[in-house]
């Protein structure tokens, strides 16, 4: 017997017929059903991927865009103690509420709503009398690129939980073709080997118990 044929299965006709069912089954509702979940998988994967590149740069590029000229420009205005004591007093963000959400049958992965408005008040907090024109744009652009990040990290933990997904599938995959689907095979096979040349045997013994019993003798 081979080594890859299934241990424990027994050379009948029954077993043979179930063999090929299991054939069947693996092929056709295993590998080709798991070969298709891990394409569509791979090809949301890359689209998620792109999308977090864009996600990303856009992430980078509005942080740039709030700290870097505004709150400069409000620093030497202000002064720093002045711009500090202003951003002590800015209107926190309301609740981030934080549920969970699947990616193409993935384990939960977090999922972020972000509150709408993102702030209780349109007003930043701190004193109209303060020379605040930088600190406003710097106050509005950190909230957009605060927004902004959230989505890149809720997308990024949906491709970590996707790339195992993905890794567990093609795993899986690769078990049913190159393992389970050739040792079925091999199974049927040496079973329909052994089928047969009991057969043969069979035919050979009631061949000869027919010449002996009219005296005949064997070819």
Same mark, same amino acid.
């Given at each position: 017997m081979s080594r890859q044929n299934m241990r424990g299965v027994r050379p009948t006709r029954i077993e043979l017929l179930m063999i090929r =069912?299991?054939? @069947? @089954?693996?092929?056709k509702g295993g590998h080709e059903l798991l070969q298709e =979940?891990?394409?569509?998988?791979?090809?949301? *994967? *890359?689209? /998620?991927?792109?999308?977090? $590149?864009?996600?990303?740069?856009?992430?980078?590029?509005? *942080?740039?865009?709030?700290?870097?000229?505004?709150?400069?420009?409000? %620093?030497?205005?202000? %002064?720093?103690? %002045?711009?500090? &004591?202003? /951003?002590?007093?800015?209107?926190?963000? &309301? &609740? +981030?509420?934080? %549920?969970?959400?699947? @990616?193409?049958?993935?384990?939960? @992965?977090?999922? +972020?709503?972000?509150p709408e408005p993102f702030r209780d008040c349109r007003e930043p907090g701190y004193p109209l009398a303060l020379p605040s024109a930088h600190l406003d744009a710097a106050y509005h652009q950190g909230e957009q690129a605060v927004k902004t990040a959230l989505r890149l990290a809720e997308l990024e933990g949906s491709l970590v939980r996707l790339a195992d997904q993905i890794a567990v599938t093609r795993r899986r995959v690769n078990a049913l073709a190159n393992? /389970? +689907?050739?040792? /079925?095979?091999?199974?049927?096979?040496?079973? $329909?080997?052994y089928l047969e040349e009991m057969e043969r045997e069979d035919i050979f013994r009631r061949k000869r118990a027919k010449m002996s019993r009219s005296g005949g003798l064997l070819p």
């Open positions: =069912k299991r054939i @069947v @089954v693996a092929e =979940k891990l394409d569509t998988m791979v090809m949301e *994967f *890359f689209r /998620l991927r792109e999308r977090r $590149e864009g996600l990303r740069i856009e992430t980078e590029a509005a *942080f740039a865009t709030a700290y870097l000229p505004p709150l400069q420009r409000a %620093g030497m205005l202000m %002064g720093q103690r %002045g711009l500090e &004591e202003a /951003l002590s007093l800015t209107s926190p963000a &309301e &609740e +981030i509420d934080m %549920g969970t959400v699947t @990616v193409m049958g993935t384990p939960p @992965v977090p999922a +972020i709503t972000l393992i /389970l +689907i050739p040792s /079925l095979y091999n199974t049927a096979a040496y079973i $329909e080997d």
